[in-house]
């Protein structure tokens, strides 16, 4: 029925066939007790009902058999879920996992970093899970891998994958307006295919699509776009088209000023994001991008925002 596909999944697996065996089995004795009952059970001429009051008996059975089931569930729920927050192994790979709004980072021990999970098979894998705005949750479904993000809580999962594919990665708590855009893959390879990938940094730098401008590839690698378009519609920050050189009202340390969108700007804009505040737009939506855009990316972006006019 299922494949398991990390080292535990099996064990999340075993906790919720039982349960759900458990359900089952009192749905069907339940519902079949009900009917017999009420043709058995039901008024007739001449028949009075009988009080019953207190049987010990009764009451021990239902209480010890539920007592047994729950505690049964518990072991198989503890079963899965230990090995995922138990001390992950000393030569499992550190993946430094952040979560935004609204998207995912991936940073490799060797700087890489991606916005999908890229693992090899059957390596221990620990993502160090920092979230640096609101609470987010890491789920991958086919994993059994849940964990809540919570800023300035930071917790581990570790895990192995057991075999190569590529399964849906995404945000399962509610973080706010763009929440459904926190979706993104997990893409295990195999060993060798994986450490090619890996030591080749020369796909380091984000790879525009045929077509693409570079500075348009790096703000979608970056999920700018979650929160502003590019054909002038109001989404949570402001759009793109017609921003260079425009006039814009800003609202700085409480004080509206007027301002003309340059390149210190969209610098500030992007590296101190609440600094200036364009008016009528909330603060405090949007983090620093200073560890995730390099100086470089940010004269790909300006001379993109320029040609958009
Ligand atoms: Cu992040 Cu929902």
Not at 135 to 154: C, E, T, W
């Amino acid at each position: 029925m299922y494949k398991s596909l990390t080292n535990y999944s099996d064990k999340v697996d075993d906790a919720f066939l039982f349960i759900l065996s458990v359900i089952v089995f009192f749905f069907v004795a339940i519902s079949i007790t009900i009917v017999v009952f009420l043709v058995k059970y039901r008024a007739r001429e001449g028949r009075v009902a009988k009080q019953i009051e207190g049987n010990n008996m009764l009451e021990v059975i239902w209480t010890v058999i539920p007592l047994i089931l729950v505690l049964v569930m518990f072991y198989f729920g503890w079963r899965g879920w230990k090995p995922m927050f138990s001390k992950a192994p000393k030569d499992a790979m550190v993946i430094n996992t952040t979560s935004r709004m609204w998207n995912f980072g991936f940073e490799y021990e060797n700087g890489k970093r991606t916005d999908t999970l890229y693992i090899p098979a059957n390596k221990a894998i620990k993502l160090d899970l920092e979230s640096i705005d609101v609470i987010h949750s890491i789920y991958i479904p086919a994993f059994r891998l849940k964990q809540d993000m919570v800023p300035g809580d930071n917790k581990s999962v570790w895990f192995i994958a057991n075999e190569p594919g590529r399964h849906d990665l995404f945000c399962t708590e509610y973080c706010g307006l763009r929440h459904s855009y926190m979706y993104t893959a997990v893409v295990v390879m195999p060993e060798d295919e994986f450490n090619e990938w890996y030591v080749d940094t020369t796909k380091r730098e984000i790879q525009a699509a045929p077509g693409v401008h570079p500075g348009l590839a790096i703000m979608q690698a970056n999920a700018c776009n979650t929160c502003h378009s590019l054909d002038g519609s109001r989404l949570v920050g402001p759009s793109y088209k017609g921003l260079w050189g425009k006039e814009e009202v800003v609202v700085t340390n409480g004080k509206k000023r007027t301002i003309v969108v340059d390149e210190e700007y969209i610098r500030r804009s992007i590296w101190e994001p609440n600094a200036d505040i364009v008016d009528g737009y909330n603060k405090g939506l949007m983090q620093s991008y200073k560890d995730q855009i390099t100086a470089a990316e940010m004269d790909s972006i300006i001379v993109f925002l320029k040609g958009l006019n």
